[in-house]
């Protein structure tokens, strides 16, 4: 049997090549490739999407966006940002980066976000900052989280690599704090074809700051106020998101409808009986479906079961950063049991807006087989 594709970018782009193309040739047509007018354009384009007043500011990926996010707090060597165990690598990465320390709290064992009850119990008097993930596309608990935020005088900031596009209680993700950062990396909801990514703030004097540091901390040519980097967004990628764009709330749409699908299937198969747990959102969340991820018993073997059969899956991840071989002297003896727990369990299924019927029947019926293999 044929191999069916993870994501389907290749239908997602003759889908719309008419637009892109257009877009691509006038980028090659002014030559503008670096910080051209398609930048700016596309920063009023994700505002407007967005609403809730933010400000955007185009750059190079989303673990840039993040690291810009807290050069422009004023993040410093030795202060501590709590985040969560259970997410890529570059939540985490970024803070180390600047000298800063990690803090780790379990996540909630349904959504796979942090979970606030533990945030607390982990702020000292150097936190500054916390960083929430909206995993798979579903935004944490934002209202419990900027509580205990402001009564700590700390700020937040969305890692929403995941979840642009998400909405809670009708508010768009990278909305919900001070600073948000996502990314356009190919395979996230809203991909460019290349790196990109964005960053977020309610502050315009934020948003100022974040703009001057991408371009090496510049406030006119040649002329330097602060420490910065090359954090730009390539003129190209950023004509490419504007075509783009536009299709994003149908194709959010379109990966919600094969959610629900999935999850029908499942059930019709009697899958839970086989211990497969659904993706759960909370209630007040819309997801961007990023991802379809389930909770299996003895996952590797499954997922190997699947992957003979042409089925692909994905990991996202196995390993909890606590766990990292970079981190693992940092946090010896420390445990968070869920993120653990998630990191031996989660099982991503292929998942994308041109998902058709027939290959989700394909891939529920593999799964019960290799399920009962
Ligand atoms: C993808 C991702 C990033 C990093 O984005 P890049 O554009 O690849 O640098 C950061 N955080 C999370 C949660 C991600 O999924």
Redesign the pocket.
């Known amino acids: 049997m044929s191999q069916i594709p993870f994501v389907d970018l290749k239908t997602q782009q003759q889908a719309y090549w008419p637009e892109i193309e257009a877009r691509m040739q006038s980028v090659l047509a002014h030559g503008q490739f670096i910080l051209g007018p398609e930048v700016a354009e596309l920063e009023r384009a994700l505002e407007a999407f967005c609403g809730g007043g933010v400000t955007a500011v185009g750059v190079s ?6 690291q810009i996010a807290m050069m422009a707090l004023g993040i410093q060597p030795g202060d501590e940002i709590i985040t969560s165990p259970f ?2 690598i ?2 985490a990465e970024t803070i180390s980066l600047l000298g800063a320390k990690p803090v780790f709290v379990d996540i909630d064992p349904l959504t796979f976000n942090l979970a606030p009850a533990g945030l607390e119990s982990a702020i000292s008097k150097r936190t500054r900052a916390i960083i929430p ?3 798979y596309g579903q935004c944490s608990d934002m209202s419990a989280i900027a509580g205990i935020a402001s009564a700590h005088r700390m700020t937040v900031i969305e ?1 929403a ?2 979840s642009f596009g998400a909405r809670q209680q009708g508010k768009h993700s990278c909305t919900l704090s001070l600073l948000a ?1 996502t ?3 190919p395979s ?1 909801p809203l991909g460019c074809f290349g ?3 964005a960053c977020f703030s309610t502050s315009p004097e934020l948003a100022e700051r974040m703009s001057r540091i991408r371009a090496h901390g510049q406030s006119s040519r040649y002329r330097h106020v602060e420490i910065g980097l090359n954090g730009r967004l390539d003129t190209l990628q950023a004509a490419i998101l504007l075509a783009k764009l536009p299709h994003l709330a149908a194709e959010i749409a379109a990966r919600e409808r094969a959610a629900i699908t999935y999850g029908e299937l499942i059930l019709a198969a009697g899958l839970e009986r086989d211990g497969v747990v659904l993706p759960q959102i909370q209630s007040g969340n819309q997801s961007t479906w ?1 991802q379809y991820t389930i909770r299996v018993p003895r996952r590797d073997t499954v997922r190997e079961n699947l992957s003979g059969m042409g089925i692909p899956t994905a990991v ?1 991840y196995p390993i909890p950063l606590h766990r990292q071989p970079i981190y693992a002297n940092q946090f010896e003896g420390k445990h968070f049991p869920c993120a653990e727990a998630a990191a031996a369990e989660v099982l991503s299924l292929p998942m994308h807006p041109f998902l058709e019927h027939a290959v989700q029947e394909r891939v529920i019926n593999a799964l019960r087989i290799a399920l009962r293999a």
Do not use: N, P, R
Not at 61 to 66: I, K, S, V
């Open positions: 990926d989303g673990t840039t966006a993040l997410t890529f570059a939540t993930v909206s995993l890692d690599a995941q950062t990314s356009f990396f996230k790196d990109g990514g990023a996202h």
